[in-house]
């Protein structure tokens, strides 16, 4: 497909089942690829991507009711890094210049974060990958996609899942549940419609920040966002 960029700098957010493809756990290689592929065509063209993968595919802290909160967001964080260990390894092997940056410092495996180095190195062509969250509890890894687009001075979320877009209901669960292609951040969250949770839809609020919600079963769906193609559901402020 032919790509003409209207965004010079993103940040796409990969939820970590997006990772696994069909098999719900782990990492399909053949998916990971197919994702580095469109992200590499995007850099290519000189776009400045910033990458927040989630770890859903290993570990949800909320599913362990009975291990204490912190450590078992901390345990979800450590599977953002492997995630991210993933990608930066596909994305280098494609020929692609790609740094994996924690906000937990580990300084054998990656480089850890500073809002300075990561937008130096953006500016370089560098596609920058964001893992372990935060580096604090309580906090989703939407919420980190939120705050590090803010950081850097993304100009859009681009928020990649698997269904196709922001739904009245869970379409995965309801059939008749109603596609809506264009929203406010406000009514989403009047309507609770849960695409991303309540912290960081209110910052990309008060932040102006737009966001793009596409499914990524179709990794061309990156390329199609990135050029400004009707593609999921955006949402905006009415003065963005």
Known sequence: MSFKPI???????????SLAGAQR???????????????????DQGVQIGIVVGGG???RGRDMPHMER???DHAGMLG???????MTDCLISLGVDARLMTAIEM???????TRNRAIAQLEAGCVIIFAAGTGNPYFTTDTTAALRAAEVGAQVVLLAKRIDGVYSDDPEKNPNAEFIPEITHLDMLNRQLGVMDATAATFCLENGLPILVFGIRDPNNIL????????GTAIRTPAQ
Do not use: Q
């Open 7 to 17: 965004y010079r700098r993103v940040l796409l957010k990969i939820s970590g089942e």
């Open 25 to 43: 756990n782990g990492i399909d290689s053949d998916v990971l690829r197919a994702i580095c592929v469109n992200i590499k065509r995007a850099a």
């Open 57 to 59: 595919n290993y570990w």
């Open 70 to 72: 912190t450590r078992a």
């Open 80 to 86: 953002t890094v492997m995630n991210g260990l993933a």
């Open 107 to 113: 300084s054998a495996v990656a480089e850890f974060y």
């Open 224 to 231: 199609r966002a990135i050029a400004g193609e009707k593609v």
